[in-house]
């Protein structure tokens, strides 16, 4: 079972500016919307670039963060700050964004990179209505060329900002007493329209300090690329018209922002020991240092941290952030193929960060063409400015119910808190004392509970 991978081979030794496809956003329009009014969370995060934006639950837990648009990766996420109820903001990550999405065809006649040769900015980036977006639409200046030096760049409305319910964030009873609440959940999203699919480019932000990048891909199957069953299947009446199967494989760039240098990264393995014990089979659990960068193959059981070893919770853990790979067809780019061999794949990488890799692949400006580029050049240095790259893969089968249009097919990951604060955040009054290992529960003392506790 794989579980590190090094970097296969050597990129260029020239050195150059930072990739010159991705342009410097045209000047914002400041909104006056609800989410963006001045917070505890925003405090000092003065927007370099982008518009400032804020949201805060009623719960007391706040997202801050500054937002832009560039020609190539769409919608770009920076200087994210997190603040529990009753805790002060910490900054979790410096910038996110699509660094790639490439989409090949099964039978073999058509492969695109949407980020880096269409984008999903500019005039792909499409102007929301009230019927796409239930909440807050946000205008921006999207240049309809480039970076806006030629033509013109119109103000529109392209960001939907909205607060949804998530269902049940907790449930319990104990002592006769129920305690329970609901979850709100922060969407950010985008629409791209590349080809005939629409692209929707979502963050959700929960309460719980807790991010999820989606991709979520609708529109319409390619009219063009209908081939035979070895290779797409049936749709339609009979069985003369075989949609072509294809993938949506993308990749996310998180630059985290957690304390203030040295961070560090961990993955967690969960094993089963062949053992057991007097009800069920033993598993170990085993952190494994990632020290410099490296790639890293998905497994059961399987999921890192980046954690800030320097900074500690109440209880005197360090604070991190897990990354949690959702079901991914896992892939290999067909320039990574080409260049470094069958094989040569990863469902996350992690480097130091450069501002001159942005792209998974297709990468200008003499700091390597991909990722396995950067491990590569890099692999001896020590990992202490974390950049995560994850990969997610999703192989389309089309059926007749994706036409017309096609239900929104989802992909993406998650990033949790893990020991960011010492409780949950919010954690109600009458569960304040819970901290560790209580010493009784319903009046009983621990050690007299001999069998779990039942309904």
């Known amino acids: 079972m794989a579980m590190l991978i090094s970097g296969l081979s050597a990129c260029s030794d020239s050195t150059a500016e930072p990739d010159p496809t991705e342009e410097t956003a045209a000047?914002?329009?400041?909104?006056?919307?609800?989410?963006?009014?001045?917070?505890?969370?925003?405090?000092?995060?003065?927007?370099?670039?982008?518009?400032?934006?804020?949201?805060?639950?009623?719960?007391?837990?706040?997202?801050?963060?500054?937002?832009?648009?560039?020609?190539?990766?769409?919608?770009?996420?920076?200087?994210?700050?997190?603040?529990?109820?009753?805790?002060?903001?910490?900054?979790?990550?410096?910038?996110?964004?699509?660094?790639?999405?490439?989409?090949?065809?099964?039978?073999?006649?058509?492969?695109?990179s949407d980020i880096t040769s269409a984008g999903f900015g500019g005039h792909r980036m499409k102007t929301l209505?009230?019927?796409?977006?239930?909440?807050?639409?946000?205008?921006?200046?999207i240049p309809n060329i480039g970076d806006g030096t030629y033509g013109s760049s119109p103000t529109r409305k392209v960001l939907c900002s909205e607060e949804v319910d998530a269902s049940l964030s907790y449930r319990s009873f104990e002592s006769g007493e129920l305690t329970t609440a609901r979850a709100s959940e922060w969407n950010l999203y985008t629409v791209s329209k590349v080809g005939w699919y629409e692209y929707l480019n979502q963050f959700t932000f929960g309460e719980d300090g807790s991010i999820r990048p989606l991709l979520g891909a609708t529109g319409d199957l390619s009219p063009v690329d209908y081939t035979n069953e070895?290779?797409?299947w049936a749709v339609g009446e009979g069985d003369s018209h075989h949609a072509a199967s294809h993938s949506h494989n993308a990749v996310w760039r998180v630059d985290w922002g957690l304390g203030d240098g040295g961070?560090?990264?961990?993955?967690?393995?969960?094993?089963?020991?062949?053992?057991?014990?007097?009800?069920?089979?033993?598993?170990?659990?085993?952190?494994?240092?990632?020290?410099?960068?490296?790639?890293a193959a998905s497994a059961d059981r399987r999921w890192w941290r980046v954690l800030d070893p320097n900074t500690r919770n109440e209880d005197g853990h360090p604070i991190s952030y897990q990354i949690d790979l959702a079901a991914t067809d896992s892939f290999t780019f067909v320039p990574d193929h080409h260049e470094h061999g069958a094989g040569s794949g990863y469902d996350?990488?992690?480097?130091?960060?450069?501002?001159?890799?942005?792209?998974?692949?297709?990468?200008?400006g003499g700091c390597g063409e991909s990722v396995l580029d950067y491990v590569n050049e890099s692999k001896l240095e020590k990992l202490d400015d974390?950049?995560?790259?994850?990969?997610?893969?999703?192989?389309?089968?089309?059926?007749?119910?994706?036409?017309?249009?096609?239900?929104?097919?989802?992909?993406?990951?998650?990033?949790?808190?893990?020991?960011?604060?010492?409780?949950?955040?919010?954690?109600?009054?009458?569960?304040?004392?819970?901290?560790?290992?209580?010493?009784?529960?319903?009046?009983?003392?621990?050690?007299?509970?001999?069998?779990?506790?039942?309904?």
């Open 129 to 141: 209505t009230e019927a796409e977006c239930s909440g807050e639409r946000l205008a921006a200046a």
């Open 27 to 112: 000047a914002p329009e400041k909104g006056q919307e609800k989410g963006q009014e001045t917070s505890k969370a925003s405090a000092g995060n003065s927007c370099r670039d982008g518009q400032e934006l804020t949201h805060t639950f009623d719960s007391g837990a706040e997202w801050a963060l500054c937002w832009q648009v560039k020609p190539n990766r769409g919608l770009l996420l920076t200087d994210i700050y997190y603040s529990a109820p009753e805790q002060e903001p910490r900054k979790v990550i410096d910038s996110i964004a699509l660094a790639q999405l490439e989409v090949p065809y099964d039978h073999g006649k058509r492969i695109t």
């Open 263 to 295: 961070q560090q990264v961990e993955q967690y393995d969960a094993e089963p020991t062949g053992e057991h014990g007097p009800e069920s089979p033993i598993v170990r659990g085993k952190l494994i240092p990632i020290e410099v960068p490296s790639l």
């Open 230 to 232: 070895d290779h797409g």
């Open 348 to 364: 996350i990488a992690f480097t130091n960060a450069d501002d001159c890799q942005i792209y998974a692949t297709h990468n200008r």
């Open 386 to 455: 974390v950049v995560s790259w994850v990969a997610v893969g999703f192989h389309h089968v089309p059926r007749d119910e994706d036409q017309s249009p096609m239900e929104l097919h989802w992909q993406g990951f998650s990033m949790t808190p893990r020991d960011l604060l010492a409780q949950r955040p919010g954690v109600p009054d009458n569960r304040k004392g819970i901290n560790g290992q209580p010493e009784e529960w319903e009046g009983e003392d621990i050690d007299d509970l001999a069998e779990p506790h039942g309904d």
